[in-house]
C-alpha cells in the first residue's frame, strides 16, 4: 500500500533507505520521433519505502533539497548511473548516453562537480555517455554561478541539458545567457491545446531554439498527436509515456537491447560562415551590425510556401513598415502584404536562394495599412540569402530596400515617353513596331492615315516594298535590315528615299532584347530630312 509520509518519517529512514536501496533509480528513454531510435535516457530518483510503499520525486526531494540531504541522495543516483553504464560496458552493449539532474542545490555545492568527477573516475566511465540536466529556476537570482557551473562541467566534457524550459523564470534572458547544449522543453508547462495558444508558444520556442541552433527534446509527451505536432515544428526528439514510462534497470536494458540507438544530432545545418545566433545576443556585434549598419533587414523562416518573421531591424520598420509598429509587422502573415502575382514572384526567389545558396534579389509590390495613415502602395526590392536550413525550414536574411520613389520616376518617365509618341503624331515622324519572331509590323496612326497601311501588317517588309514606299532599288537593302536584326543588330539607320516621290527619310531601327540577348521586337521611325540650306 503507498502512503505519504510525513517529513520526519522520510528522514529519519534516508541512511537506511540508501544502504538498502530503497531509493533506487528508473531510467526513461529519449527517443527520435523520426526515426524511432533511441537517443538517450534520463534517470529519475525513486524511492520504495518497506512500510509505506512507492514514494515519488514530488513527495521528497523538496524534503530532501530544504534538509540538505539532495547532494547526498544524487550523487547516489549518480553513482548508479554509473555504475550502470560500467556494467554495460563490461557486458559489451550498446549504450546511449544517461542524463542525471542537478538540484539547484548541488549547483550552490562547491564541491559537487569534483565529487561527481571522483565517481566517474571509479566506475571509468566516458564522460560522453554521462549527460548533466539543470533546471533553469538554478537561476534564480542570477546565472553567475550557474553559468560558471556549467563552464566547468563543459571543460570537463560533459554535455549540459536545461531542463523544464519554459517553466518561467525569464527563460529567454536564462538562455541566452547559459551555454547549454540541448533544451528539454516540457509540454506540461504549455497548457492548452497544440491547435491554440499553447502551440504557438510552443512553436516560437522551437523556433527561437532552433535560431541558437540548439537541439530540443520534448518531455512529458503523451499522445501521437502531440510527438507529430512536435516533429512538425522541427522538434524530433521526444521524452514522455508514449513511447515508455520511466522503467527499472532491468526493463531498461532489454529496450537498450532492442531499440535502436543514433546520436542527438545538431538543430540546423548553418551556412558555415555565419553565427546565427549571434544575432540573438542585444550585445553582439552581429546584432550591432544588423542594427545600425545594413538598412532595412529581416531575418525570417520559411517552409513549403510558408513565411515567418523572426527579426527586423529599426530599419526595416523605416524603410518599408510604413507607419507599423514592430510588433503589428512580426504578428501579421508576410503574405498579406503582398499584390497579386508578388507572393509567388518572391517564393520564386527563395527557392532560387535556397538552389544558388547565394545572394537573389526581387521586386514587389506591397500593399501596407496602418490606423493613422491607411492604405499604402509600395515597391520593394529584396536581396535574400538562405543563413541556414532545418530538415524541412530554412531561415533567410533579407536586406529590403523601397524603391517606391524610383518606381514611380520610372512610371513618370514612361509616361512622358507615351506622351512624346503622341507628340511625334504631329510632327512627320512614321513610327511603326516590328516583331522579329513573326515578322508583324504594326504601324502608327500617321503611316496608316497616309500611306493607307491596315493596323497589322504581315510578312514585313515585303506588302511595303510591294506597295512602292521602298523603291526597289531600296528593298534588297531593307530586306537585309530585316535579316539582321533577327541576327541581333541593335540599331540600323539610313537616309532611304520613300515612296514614289523619293523623298528623303531619315530611316532608323532600335532593338529590344529579351533578358538573354534574343531580339524581340524593333521599333522603326523615319524621319522627314530636312534640308538646311533650303
Ligand atoms: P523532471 O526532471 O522534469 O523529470 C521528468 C518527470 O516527468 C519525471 O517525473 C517523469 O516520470 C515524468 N514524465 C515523463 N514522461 C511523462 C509523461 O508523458 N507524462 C507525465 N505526466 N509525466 C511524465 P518524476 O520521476 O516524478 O520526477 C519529477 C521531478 O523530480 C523531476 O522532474 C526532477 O525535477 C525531480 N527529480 C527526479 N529524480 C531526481 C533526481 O535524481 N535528482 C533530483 N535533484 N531531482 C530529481
Ligand atoms: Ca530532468
Ligand atoms: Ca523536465
Not at 111 to 137: F, G, H, M, Q
Not at 442 to 465: H, Q, S, T, W
Amino acid at each position: 500500500m503507498e502512503k505519504r509520509m510525513n517529513e520526519q518519517e522520510l528522514l529519519d529512514s534516508f541512511d537506511e533507505a540508501l544502504l538498502n536501496n530503497h531509493i533506487f533509480v528508473v531510467y526513461q528513454p529519449k527517443i527520435n520521433h523520426a526515426t524511432g531510435r533511441m537517443v538517450g535516457a534520463e534517470a529519475l530518483m525513486r524511492w520504495r519505502h518497506p512500510e509505506y510503499g512507492m514514494q515519488f520525486p514530488s513527495e521528497f526531494i523538496s524534503v530532501l533539497e530544504k534538509s540538505n540531504l539532495i547532494c547526498k541522495a544524487d550523487l547516489y543516483v549518480f553513482e548508479q548511473v554509473c555504475r550502470l553504464q560500467r556494467k554495460c560496458i563490461d557486458e559489451g552493449r550498446h549504450i546511449v548516453p544517461i542524463s542525471f539532474n542537478m538540484s539547484r542545490y548541488d549547483i550552490y555545492n562547491n564541491n559537487y562537480v569534483d565529487e561527481i568527477e571522483k565517481i566517474r573516475a571509479k566506475y571509468d566511465v566516458p564522460v560522453k555517455y554521462l549527460r548533466v540536466e539543470i533546471t533553469e529556476s538554478s537561476a534564480v537570482g542570477g546565472v553567475e554561478l550557474i553559468s560558471s557551473v556549467v563552464d566547468k562541467l563543459h571543460e570537463l566534457g560533459y554535455i549540459v541539458e536545461m531542463d523544464d524550459f519554459g517553466s518561467g523564470y525569464s527563460s529567454l534572458n536564462v538562455l541566452k545567457d547559459l551555454n547549454v547544449d540541448i533544451i528539454k522543453l516540457d509540454m506540461r508547462f504549455l497548457s492548452g491545446d497544440i491547435g491554440g495558444r499553447g502551440g504557438t508558444i510552443i512553436s516560437s520556442i522551437v523556433q527561437m531554439t532552433k535560431w541558437l541552433n540548439t537541439p530540443v527534446i520534448a518531455e512529458g509527451v503523451e499522445t501521437i498527436e502531440q510527438a507529430d505536432y512536435m516533429k512538425s515544428i522541427g522538434c524530433k526528439y521526444i521524452q514522455g509515456y508514449l513511447y515508455s514510462k520511466p522503467v527499472e534497470e532491468k526493463e531498461f536494458i532489454e529496450k537498450l537491447d532492442s531499440i535502436e540507438h543514433e546520436p542527438v544530432g545538431p538543430a540546423m545545418d548553418l551556412i558555415s560562415t555565419m553565427d546565427a545566433g549571434k544575432f540573438w545576443n542585444p550585445e553582439s556585434l552581429e546584432t550591432l551590425i544588423f542594427n545600425n549598419y545594413v538598412g532595412g533587414a529581416a531575418i525570417f523562416t520559411y517552409q513549403n510556401g510558408k513565411a515567418e518573421i523572426l527579426r527586423i531591424n529599426e530599419k526595416y520598420i523605416k524603410e518599408v513598415g510604413m507607419n507599423q509598429t514592430e510588433a503589428d509587422i512580426l504578428s501579421t502573415d508576410p503574405w498579406a502584404y503582398y499584390v497579386e502575382g508578388d507572393k509567388q514572384k518572391y517564393i520564386d526567389t527563395l527557392e532560387r536562394a535556397i538552389k544558388s545558396r547565394d545572394e537573389e534579389s526581387c521586386e514587389t509590390w506591397r500593399t501596407i495599412y496602418s490606423d493613422c495613415c491607411g492604405e499604402d502602395r509600395i515597391c520593394v526590392k529584396s536581396f535574400v540569402r538562405m543563413i541556414g536550413k532545418t530538415e524541412d525550414q530554412y531561415i533567410f536574411y533579407a536586406m529590403v530596400q523601397n524603391i517606391t520613389k524610383e518606381k514611380k520616376m520610372y512610371e513618370d518617365l514612361y509616361e512622358s515617353e507615351r506622351r512624346f509618341r503622341f507628340a511625334s503624331e504631329q510632327v512627320n515622324v512614321y513610327a511603326w513596331e516590328y516583331d522579329i519572331s513573326t515578322k508583324e509590323m504594326r504601324p502608327c496612326f500617321r503611316c496608316m492615315r497616309d500611306l493607307g497601311l491596315p493596323p497589322l501588317v504581315k510578312n514585313y517588309p515585303e506588302p511595303a516594298i510591294e506597295v512602292g514606299i521602298f523603291p526597289p532599288d531600296y528593298a534588297d537593302m531593307y530586306r537585309d535590315w530585316h535579316r539582321q536584326l533577327e541576327e541581333g543588330v541593335g540599331t540600323l539607320e539610313a537616309i532611304i528615299p520613300l515612296t514614289v516621290g523619293r523623298v528623303p527619310f531619315h530611316v532608323r531601327y532600335t532593338t529590344e532584347f529579351d533578358e538573354n540577348g534574343k531580339p524581340l521586337k524593333a521599333y522603326g521611325s523615319a524621319a522627314l530630312v530636312v534640308d538646311d540650306k533650303s
